[in-house]
């Protein structure tokens, strides 16, 4: 029974699929999906705000998946797997200086961790009005939307192949419609949970801009020669209070928290194009089982951003960041940021009086035919609203990688972070070095996939001692780590 259901589902979800894109096959059996069409629909849901939409190798390999599966799904997907050993013998951890937001990658990511993207276009001529047809000026006539499902998996090393600490998510499945508002086509309305126009620094896997959560909105509205959003994003959690005396893990409460969002993009300035935007937050909690909530609060947090593609080489790109948030909007996320006492990690809800300053700069570039440059500047600037304590996190790194031969090469990668951290009274300074081997696709310095040997070795501060790289190293300084990875996106 269970095989006949699911050919049954199958049948009827291909049935939906011809029925909702007529213009998918012919009535002898042959393709006419217009390629025009299809590359038009597919730009105005294309995401390009992130490190992985900027890869040439990796809009080459979508392109050769779109036509395998002659456009009936698109299918996306990012992979990292491999293992690595410390020099005490156990799982290798990851160097992450305490009060830093991130860490350096290459050779630094202890656990393996993937995502899988489904997603389907829809163009809909002349399906709710017998009369519509192509304008003369080429544009579409009917309503166009996307589907889009997006699975994620993590199995961290310390539990390698465990499926109990394998943990499955399903951190996007939302569908936009657009073309349906004449004085304005390309605004696209959405519902569901998403990742929301995320900004990324890949060296250092840092989402510095990253709203993603569930709601809705309306975005691409034209400007000018620019466009605009506004969306409703909210994220709920649980966690228990951590400003009582004693917190206690088990009596929890209920967070929630609501953003306004609002945006400009796409704005020319300065050989390239710039993205602005201004975010209100609310925080509110429930009562836990003894009667206690946390205060609520409420932010504002101000963004901007200045891209340049193109920037050395053909698919380089620079970009430069400035945000300023208050109370709960300094998070610059849509959810909550954590606190890590002996008692356990707590949701931190933020004060009113709360702010944080974020300069950032990056870009990766091809120099020449055999060699690609990264570089990352991170300077950050908290304080509390209670006390006025104030915490800085400064970080500087770089990743230069030679290519002997067209997919040989050798890639390192440096990287410092510097924490001081007036609440917790300690100051210090955490470097990592990796050298890796490794094979690839090609010789750009986003090329994927990617295989990697890779030795990696830390050194942090004393005040650091006991809180970098877990119980092997908990009275160490120093530490080296070695392994295999693959990566790879599509």
């Excluded at 909702?20 to 012919?26: E, N, R, Y």
């Excluded at 939302?174 to 990324?200: C, E």
Aim: proline share 5%.
């Amino acid at each position: 029974m269970r095989g006949i259901v699911t050919t049954l589902a199958g049948g009827l979800l291909l049935i939906v699929s011809f029925a909702l894109c007529p213009d998918a096959q012919g009535a002898d059996g042959t393709s006419k999906a217009n390629p025009n069409i299809t590359r038009r629909i597919d730009a105005e849901f294309r995401s390009g705000t992130e490190t992985r939409d900027q890869s040439k190798d990796n809009r080459a390999l979508a392109d050769r998946f779109e036509d395998v599966l002659a456009n009936f799904i698109d299918f996306g997907g990012y992979f990292r797997a491999g293992y690595g050993r410390s020099s005490e013998g156990g799982p290798m951890p990851g160097f992450q200086a305490p009060g830093a937001a991130t860490k350096y990658r290459l050779g630094n990511e202890a656990e393996n961790y993937g995502e899988l993207i489904f997603g389907k276009n829809f163009y809909l001529p002349g399906i709710f009005h017998l009369n519509d047809k192509f304008r003369p000026d080429g544009q579409l006539t009917g309503p166009i939307a996307r589907v889009q499902l997006r699975l994620s998996f993590l199995n961290p090393y310390h539990s390698f192949g465990s499926m109990d600490a394998t943990s499955v998510g399903l951190p996007e499945a939302w569908a936009s419609v657009g073309n349906v508002l004449p004085f304005a086509p390309s605004a696209k309305f959405w519902a569901g949970n998403r990742f929301y126009r995320r900004h990324d620094i890949h060296m250092i896997d840092f989402f510095f801009w990253n709203m993603s959560g569930g709601g809705g909105g309306v975005e691409d509205i034209p400007i000018g020669p620019a466009r605009m959003a506004l969306a409703w994003i909210g994220w709920g959690s649980t966690s228990g209070l951590s400003y009582v005396p004693v917190p206690d893990p088990q009596n929890t409460a209920g967070f929630s928290k609501s953003n306004v969002d609002f945006r400009i993009y796409k704005l020319p300035l300065l050989f390239g194009e710039a993205e602005l935007g201004v975010t209100y937050s609310h925080a509110q909690s429930g009562v836990d089982q003894n009667g206690r909530k946390a205060p609520d609060s409420q932010g504002v947090a101000v963004v901007f951003i200045h891209t340049v593609n193109k920037f050395i080489s053909d698919d380089g790109t620079n970009k430069f960041s400035f945000q300023y948030g208050t109370g709960p909007a300094k998070t610059f996320t849509s959810g909550f940021e954590t606190v890590t006492l002996p008692e356990g990690t707590f949701i931190a809800p933020d004060d009113n009086g709360a702010t944080r300053l974020r300069i950032t700069e990056s870009f990766s570039a091809n120099i020449g035919n055999h060699f690609s440059l990264g570089p990352v500047l991170v300077f950050q600037q908290t304080t509390t609203g209670t006390s006025n304590a104030k915490q800085t996190w400064f970080s500087a790194g770089v990743r230069p990688i030679y290519n002997f031969t067209h997919h040989v090469g050798i890639a390192v990668e440096a990287g410092a972070d510097f924490v001081d951290d007036q609440s917790s009274g300690t100051s210090g300074t955490l470097g990592k070095l990796t050298v890796c081997p490794q094979i690839s696709i090609g010789d750009r310095w986003a090329s994927r996939p990617v295989i990697r040997a890779f030795v990696t070795g830390a050194v942090w501060s004393d005040s650091f001692r006991g809180r970098v790289g877990g119980t092997d190293f908990s009275n160490a300084t120093e530490a080296l780590n070695a392994g295999m990875q693959m990566e790879s996106w599509w």
